[in-house]
């Protein structure tokens, strides 16, 4: 367990919450010994030996629902990728060439899955290490018959640094990362000067990191750490309208509703 877990940890925010249905009172399905050696890079992640940096993430016993359990059974093997301190292969790993897009923080997959839909000439590579959103976002790659799109289910900063090559990458996604509202915790959000520094080094010239957020305090934050990033340049005078390959989220739209803000930044890599 992460000793530097607070001791009253902050509410998963939204977009990585698991919807209603999750919370009903379904008997957990099985988990053979192939999922759970399948999922045991996830596990381990708070920790990981040689980890230097804090998480961002707490680890809880959550609720999941058979159908997510059973999609980590059947489909794990097919669309995941695990976890290694070595290089990873794009080519190889999706079957093809083609600009690889890393998400981290997926959720429940619902905007990865419009996205990579919608994008079919794009690889996407989602980082998330819940259970829950993992199956999740399994279960829409099987309905959807989506064959762009890959899962890594470990802590997005080893990831990053250990599996993705300089300069390779199309774009990066960060939607609604948890903002770890409470001053004391804010050492605990993703992204900080040292992790954007990281990202910015595996993105390709020209390409782009994408962030999105819905805590103003942490959107200042975020605006203040990639601007001071050498390697990247905002493609707008602050923050950034939204993208039409956004789609808003179900807590975006009701958020908006309510009046509350909502802050998207897009910086490109310089040369």
């Excluded at 016993?61 to 990873?88: F, K, N, V």
């Excluded at 998400?103 to 998330?128: Q, S």
């Excluded at 915790?185 to 520094?197: E, G, I, N, T, W």
């Amino acid at each position: 367990m992460n000793t530097n877990t607070p001791e009253n940890p902050p509410a998963t925010p939204a977009a990585a919450q698991a919807p209603a249905s999750v919370n009903t009172p379904e008997a957990p399905a099985a988990v053979s010994p192939q999922t759970q050696a399948a999922l045991a890079s996830a596990a381990h992640a708070p920790n990981s030996p040689g980890a230097t940096h804090i998480r961002s993430f707490v680890h809880r016993r959550g609720h999941i629902t058979q159908g997510q359990q059973a999609a980590l059974e059947r489909l794990m093997d097919q669309w995941s990728i695990p976890y290694a301190p070595r290089r990873l292969d794009p080519a190889a790993a999706f079957g093809r060439e083609a600009p690889t897009v890393l998400e981290i923080g997926f959720g429940m997959g619902e905007t990865t899955e419009k996205i990579a839909l919608a994008r079919p000439g794009d690889n996407f590579l989602g980082v998330e290490v819940f259970n829950a959103g993992v199956g999740s976002l399994l279960r829409r790659i099987e309905d959807s018959n989506i064959q762009n799109l890959r899962i890594v289910q470990h802590d997005a900063v080893e990831v990053v640094r250990d599996m993705i090559a300089p300069d390779s990458l199309a774009g990066v996604h960060v939607y609604f990362p948890d903002p770890w509202p409470k001053k004391r915790h804010h050492k605990r959000r993703l992204l900080q000067p040292a992790f954007v520094s990281l990202l910015a080094s595996r993105i390709a010239p020209g390409g782009y990191i994408h962030c999105a957020t819905d805590w103003e305090d942490y959107a200042v934050q975020m605006l203040e750490v990639l601007s001071n990033e050498p390697l990247l340049a905002n493609t707008e005078d602050g923050y950034a309208p939204r993208p039409d390959y956004r789609p808003p989220t179900k807590f975006e739209t009701r958020g908006l509703r309510l009046g509350h803000g909502v802050w998207d930044l897009i910086f490109k890599r310089v040369a």
